[in-house]
Every structure is written in structure tokens, then in C-alpha cells.
């Protein structure tokens, strides 16, 4: 009772932050590791939790009119055939091959992210161009693939991609990173499911608590604005930076 219980506090806190900038597998996964989780199982546990949390939290920022539904239709497709590939890659090998690459990428964005400090203050975003538009695509299966087959700084990524290719601020590209998340997570989650690597016990109950955390703060994105987001997305790219360095390391 005391693991799931644990695992619930966590689920919320993570959903908060993810609501926020993304980065709720920084905080889940390690607490799965504590709960005893093995591998396969918890990483669809986490996508099937998550699943949840990020739904709810897309729906939030949908109601509030955020959510660019033009440009992200044409891009989930692409996020979910990346988590396709993504899933089925990492039930064959070890994710831990990517960890090097992951930590010089999650940094640069932070620093780049520190260093640029106008970068995603206005919201720039005029619609897409075909140029633009294929940017977007690649970057939206890229991005499926790696939250399929590794996970951790997805969130962070795909808002740094937002802000970069289609000059969304803070706030507006946490809101529309949500729905490229979803179809990474669903596909994600499913193809665990198939495979029996989900503990559904402890997903279901992990992921009410994560649907609480994604309200509270999707909200307090979208009161606070980018005043708060910017800041949090820094934090999570380096705080990313550092757990992928850790186990590389360990």
C-alpha cells in the first residue's frame, strides 16, 4: 500500500511539471526503479500512466483555445508512427546506447535556451509553410521514435521544437506539445499492452493521480504564462541532462 501510495505522490508531482514544460519521466521512472518495477514493465506502466495525465492536461489547454489544431493533426501522425518504430526498437535492444548523444543535445537546448533570452517570449507562430511544415514532420517522428524507445527529455524537446521551427512561445508550445505527445503515448502504450508490459493495478492509480497534477498545472501554465514556463523548461532540459549523464555513468 505504502509503494503505491508513493508511487501516487510522484505521479501527481510529475504531472504537474509535465503539464508545465514536460519532463514527468524524470521524476516517475525513478520512483517505478524504487517501487521495484522491472524494466519492460515499467516503462509501459509509465506510457500508460502518463497516457492519462497528458490527455487531461491537452484537454485543458485545448478548452483555453491553445492548441494550433491545423498544424498539430499533420504532425501526430508522424509522432505516432515514430513511437511505432520507437517501442519495437526498444523491446529488441538496450535504450541505454542513446545516452551519450541525449546528454550533449538536453544541454545545449538549456543553455542555448539560457543564452537566447528572447527565444519564445512572443508568440511568433503565422501558420506553416511546406519547408516549415517538413521540419515539423521529421522533428514530430524523430521525437515519436525517442519517447517510444528512451523517453526521458521528450517533453522539452518537442517544445524547443516548437519555439525553433514554428516560433510558438513558452506557453503555446507546451499546449500544443501535449497532443504530439499524446499520439507518441498511445502508440506507445498499446504496442506495451500487446506485449504484456503493463501493471494495470498500478497504472490506472498512478494515472488518476497524474490526471489531477495535469490540471493543476496546465492551469497555472496558462495563468502564469511565460514567466513560469520558460524557467520550469530549463530546468527540466538540464535536470534531464543530468539523470541520462548519471546512468551513463553508473
Known amino acids: 500500500m505504502l509503494k503505491i ?33 522491472p ?14 495525465g497528458t490527455a487531461v492536461s491537452a484537454g485543458t489547454y ?28 526498444v523491446l529488441r535492444i538496450d535504450p541505454t546506447i542513446l545516452q551519450p548523444l541525449i546528454v550533449i543535445i538536453l544541454i545545449a537546448v538549456g543553455i542555448y535556451t539560457m543564452v ?29 521514435f525517442y519517447d517510444g524507445f528512451f523517453g526521458p527529455g521528450t517533453g522539452s524537446f518537442i517544445i524547443f521544437g516548437l519555439v525553433s ?6 506557453v503555446n508550445a507546451s499546449a500544443n506539445s501535449k ?14 499492452m500487446i506485449n504484456g508490459n503493463i501493471d ?8 488518476i493521480s497524474m490526471i489531477a497534477g495535469a490540471i493543476v498545472g496546465s492551469r497555472m501554465a496558462i495563468e502564469k504564462g511565460n514567466k513560469l514556463v520558460k524557467p520550469i523548461f530549463i530546468i527540466m532540459a538540464i535536470a534531464a541532462a543530468v539523470k541520462v549523464l548519471r546512468d551513463t555513468l553508473i
Open 62 to 89: 485545448a478548452k483555453n483555445d491553445k492548441i494550433k489544431w491545423d498544424l498539430v493533426l499533420k504532425l501526430v501522425p508522424f509522432s505516432f508512427l515514430g513511437a511505432f518504430f520507437g517501442v519495437k526498437t
Open 116 to 144: 537566447k533570452p528572447s527565444i519564445g517570449e512572443i508568440d511568433k507562430y503565422n501558420g506553416y509553410n511546406k519547408k516549415t511544415l517538413i521540419y515539423g514532420m521529421v522533428f514530430a517522428f524523430l521525437l515519436g
Open 200 to 207: 494495470y493495478k498500478i497504472g490506472i492509480l498512478v494515472g
Open 5 to 37: 501510495i508513493f508511487l501516487m505522490v510522484m505521479g501527481f508531482i510529475a504531472a504537474v511539471i509535465d503539464a508545465i514544460a514536460g519532463g514527468s519521466g524524470l521524476i516517475t521512472i525513478p520512483a517505478y526503479m524504487i517501487a521495484g518495477l
Open 165 to 170: 521551427i514554428f516560433g510558438m512561445n513558452f
Open 39 to 52: 524494466p519492460h514493465l515499467l516503462l509501459g506502466t509509465n506510457k500508460f500512466a502518463a497516457f492519462m
Open 179 to 192: 497532443i504530439l505527445n499524446l499520439g507518441s503515448n498511445i502508440m506507445s502504450f498499446i504496442l506495451f
